[in-house]
């Protein structure tokens, strides 16, 4: 995998910082010019630690939008919690998915709420941080953070 050279470079690890932000660290073994301006530093490959800032939002937003959606239990175990929707949240259209710390998409479900409860079974999926994203009709997003434990 590449991340902008022409080797192999990876992400490895990440954290969610205080500010809730991230901070992500991995290697690079691509040479000079290869989205590099210096050579390695080892003779194999680079190491490199990135600050993402926190307080960004994820996805635009409306003010109902924002508060249209809450989760409990929190962290969750099992990967069983229950939506708490908003009045203001569609009840038609709607469609959650959930992303790891990379972005990639691990569930993905239509939801069909009858009511400001909706109980979500994701399966089993390795603990960490998830974002969980809402969307329904006329550009409604919601998104919210997801512990897994």
């Not at 040479?31 to 590099?36: A, Q, R, S, T």
């Not at 929707?85 to 959930?98: F, I, V």
Request: aromatic share 6%; charged share 15%.
């Amino acid at each position: 995998m590449t991340l902008g050279g022409s080797s192999n470079e990876r992400a490895y690890a990440t954290a969610l910082t205080p500010d809730g932000g991230y901070l992500v660290g991995g290697f690079s073994n691509s040479d000079i010019g290869d989205e590099k301006t210096q050579p390695r530093f080892d003779p194999v490959s680079d190491a490199w630690i990135i600050k993402l800032q926190g307080g960004l939002p994820t996805a635009t937003t409306t003010a109902t939008a924002a508060t249209a959606l809450h989760v409990s239990p929190n962290p969750a175990q099992m990967g069983r919690f229950t939506l708490h929707l908003a009045d203001a949240a569609p009840r038609t259209g709607l469609r959650l998915s959930l992303l790891d710390a990379t972005g990639r998409t691990v569930y993905a479900q239509a939801l069909a709420p009858t009511s400001t409860q909706v109980p979500v079974v994701v399966g089993p999926q390795p603990a960490g941080l998830y974002l969980l994203r809402l969307e329904g009709p006329n550009g409604f997003l919601a998104t919210q953070r997801l512990v897994l434990q």
